[in-house]
């Protein structure tokens, strides 16, 4: 948008009269007011060759204007009779100002529509299992938590994911705790625990009822630990203990059984995923 002076000065050097000026003026500071939403200001007084001032129009319309427009006023139109070089004075400053208006931008409207990132492959990943049913599996043999077929002990062991049972649940609990409830075709509900809550490593893991009522009690809260690296997955932590479940020296034959074991830096036979378990359809 050029400045008033430039287009008083313009208009003047191409020998539009001072009322002309001053409704070019006018005429230049109604776009500006209607580029940036505000209120219109006061009109500035506009230099005459002579020394002396003319005051910019404000109620009043040029001759041969139409009304204004209900929708707000529209840019000023050229006087009936201008001599031919006020014309071509007046075109230039139109083009002007409408190549200005065009590419004003709003005060109060953002150049730019926030987007929300997409998360990368690597943060789908590594992110924390919302609560739900899954099939736990261990990372470097493929095998699942599971119990044994016809063994009513309810010891936990790695055994083949596509005959896992009982029904497995991750549930969230207070302070980023989980534990990990079963649902047993014959015993019903229960948790996943360390037996007795021992603290000493090697302490065997079983599905038994949760609470007092089971003989898990104080073992059955457990931590996820993030691991990135040599594999993506998480640790299953005994809060009670600190200590690491898995199977021991990272073995991967199937029947072995998952006890509570001091943390690996390297992760072997400690590294779970979870895999999400849909229910059967009815």
């Known amino acids: 948008m050029p400045r008033e002076e430039f287009v008083a000065a313009f208009t003047r050097a191409c020998g539009c009269p001072p009322d002309q000026v001053a409704q070019w003026v006018e ?4 776009l500006a007011v209607e580029a940036v939403g505000g209120a219109e200001p006061a009109p500035a ?3 005459t060759d002579d020394g002396g001032t003319v005051q910019s129009p404000v109620a009043a319309e040029p001759a041969g204007a139409p009304p204004p427009s209900p929708r707000g006023r529209s840019v000023l139109r050229s006087p009936v009779r201008p001599a031919v070089v006020c014309i071509a004075a007046i075109a230039l400053v139109l083009a002007t ?14 150049t730019e529509t926030p987007r929300n990132p997409r998360p990368s492959a690597a943060s789908g990943a590594d992110a924390a299992p919302a609560p739900g049913r899954y099939r736990i599996r261990l990372v470097h043999s493929g095998l699942c938590l599971s119990e044994r077929e016809g063994d009513t002990s309810g010891q936990v062991r790695q055994l083949g994911c596509s005959k896992a049972f009982p029904v497995r649940a991750l549930l969230a609990g207070p302070g980023g705790t989980y534990r990990i409830t ?4 014959a015993f019903g509900p229960g948790c996943m625990g360390v037996r007795k809550a021992r603290t000493a490593p090697g302490a065997s893991v079983f599905d038994d009822y949760c609470g007092e009522r089971g003989a898990n009690a104080g073992g059955e809260d457990y931590r996820l630990e993030r691991v990135s690296a040599p594999t993506r997955g998480f640790r299953l932590r005994p809060v009670h203990s600190g200590l690491c479940l898995g199977v021991p020296d990272g073995s991967t034959g199937e029947g072995s059984a998952i006890q509570q074991l001091p ?18 359809p009815g």
């Open 45 to 47: 007084p506009v230099a």
């Open 97 to 110: 100002v409408a190549l200005s208006s065009e590419s004003a931008v709003p005060l109060d409207r953002p």
């Open 27 to 30: 005429a230049r500071r109604r």
């Open 263 to 280: 943390c690996e830096p390297t992760g072997g036979g400690q590294v779970f995923r979870f895999d999400p378990d849909k229910p059967a």
């Open 182 to 185: 079963t649902d047993h075709p």
